[in-house]
């Protein structure tokens, strides 16, 4: 499955952002989004696992919310209050039921005044 990833951007802080990912096939499995800042590791972002239950990180919670449209093949990330240190780049990830992991090649988001 490939995915693309859109919607990144420049924003002030405080602004708002929606993250696209298109896949090529179905996205009924499990499907998140992480973030690599500058001299980072990747972390999780927002995930909907397997059985609907959305989790996200702590320093995220209450502005950014994960979705989807199945019949889109799409995922969404909705970025709200956005804070310089979210700057990154933002790879959207779905893991198919074999167990196999398919990410997108990224789309940065730049958070500054």
């Known amino acids: 499955v490939q995915l693309q990833a859109s919607g990144g951007g420049s924003v002030q802080p405080g602004g708002s952002l929606r993250l696209s990912c298109t896949a090529s096939g179905n996205i009924l499995n499990s499907i998140g989004w992480y973030r690599q800042a500058p001299g980072k590791q990747r972390e999780l972002v927002a995930r909907?696992?397997?059985?609907?239950?959305?989790n996200y990180a702590d320093s995220v919670k209450g502005r950014f919310t994960i979705s989807r449209d199945i019949r889109k093949n799409t995922m969404y990330l909705q970025m709200n209050s956005l804070k310089p240190e979210d700057t990154a780049v933002y790879y959207c990830n779905l893991v198919q039921r074999n167990g196999i992991s398919n990410w997108g090649k990224g789309t940065q988001v730049t958070v500054s005044s």
């Open positions: 909907i696992t397997a059985d609907r239950t959305a």
